[in-house]
């Protein structure tokens, strides 16, 4: 005759004390926190980029603009010559003189059509969108400046709450988690074990002749498990100093990203400063350079000029309305990498910035 034996078992561990857990919980804590600041990082510099693009346009169309008037001024001499050419007020020298320096504009003009071209699909590629158009900034005498007007705060407040240094931070929190885990691997660790067992004995069991009747039998059990490593090869010891230098290289990290940020905050602290101050004296070299125009323009008018002067004049007016636009531009973007390289920029110094465009 055969038996059969049927049996079921079932075992249950649950860790009581394990070190190395508890350091990859709190590291899995600071990668999170990780990746949140990587985020604010790439938020500030979607920003910045943006902002960066928009204003590259505008600074093209402003000197596309500026070539234009300034092609049209010249074009005006060129005629103005040729006619005093031809009642024989002035020489041929100043007709060619106009008619080179129109045809400096020209070329001057498709390179500026070339470079709006390149900026807008720069800015389009950006946006997402194609054919955006950016409004032009409103007339405005006085930029804001850097509040506050002291670097040392803008550097300590960088040192605070800037993504880079925080990262930094947060790189050499899981670099120490990294030893603590080493160093558990020499340390005990305690589990509760629970298991239960069930057999089925079909038919009967045999026992000499006889056959008894169907028999099951259940077995439970519950303890607490200590395991301490004693010798694994020297592996765990190098793996501990592997750690501790990891944890100096993050440590080291650490400071250069301080020193960078702080490098990174005074140069955007005096740039914008440095910008204002461009500002304002180009503001007094374009009045300068009207006068110097509209003097010009006279005294050719009267013989006591000649035709070279006033197109020099013509230049100097427009290339400083150039670099006068620019750099207000170049103010505006400036404080908004200021407030990068500090940490502290959102969306509401978008909206500042947005407040001083053409509504």
Do not use: C
């Not at 960066?52 to 008037?69: N, R």
């Not at 993504?163 to 005990?188: C, R, T």
């Not at 304002?280 to 009267?302: C, I, M």
Request: glycine share 4%.
């Amino acid at each position: 005759r055969i038996f059969g034996t049927q049996s079921t078992s079932i075992t249950a561990s649950q860790a009581l004390y394990r070190p190395a857990n508890v350091a990859a919980y709190v590291q899995g804590k600071r990668q999170r926190e990780q990746a949140y600041v990587v985020l604010a990082s790439a938020e500030q510099d979607l920003m910045v980029r943006l902002s960066q693009a928009y204003f590259d346009v505008l600074a093209s169309q402003d000197s596309l603009t500026f070539v234009k008037a300034q092609k049209i001024a010249v074009n005006e001499q060129l005629a103005s010559a040729k006619r005093n050419f031809e009642v024989g007020t002035a020489t041929i020298t100043d007709t060619r003189e106009a008619q080179a320096r129109y045809d400096l504009v020209i070329a001057q003009e498709i390179a500026a059509e070339n470079d709006l071209r390149v900026k807008r699909m720069a800015l389009d590629m950006l946006v997402g969108k194609k054919d955006v158009s950016p409004k032009p900034l409103v007339n405005i005498n006085d930029l804001p400046s850097p509040a506050p007007a002291n670097v040392d705060e803008w550097v300590n407040q960088s040192e605070r709450v800037h993504p880079a240094i925080q990262k930094a931070m947060l790189d050499w929190e899981v670099a120490k988690l990294e030893v603590d885990k080493a160093k558990s691997l020499h340390k005990p660790t305690v589990d509760l074990q629970a298991s239960y067992s069930y057999a089925l004995n079909l038919d009967g069991t045999a026992i000499g002749t006889t056959a008894t009747a169907n028999s099951h039998i259940g077995t439970s059990a519950i303890g607490v498990l200590v395991s301490l490593p004693i010798f694994s090869g020297f592996s765990s010891d190098n793996r501990i100093k592997e750690t501790l230098k990891l944890e100096d290289k993050a440590q080291a990290d650490l400071e250069v990203v301080k020193r960078s940020v702080a490098q990174a905050t005074r140069s955007a602290y005096f740039g914008v400063v440095s910008g204002l101050g461009q500002v304002r004296a180009l503001k007094a070299a374009e009045d300068s350079s009207q006068l110097a125009l509209d003097a010009n323009k006279l005294g050719y008018s009267v013989g006591v000029r000649i035709n070279i002067n006033v197109l020099d004049s013509q230049s100097k007016l427009y290339d400083t309305k150039a670099k006068l636009a620019k750099a207000r531009y170049d103010v505006l973007v400036g404080l908004l990498k200021l407030r990068q390289v500090s940490g502290v920029l959102n969306t509401e110094d978008l909206q500042n910035v947005n407040s001083l465009l053409v509504p």
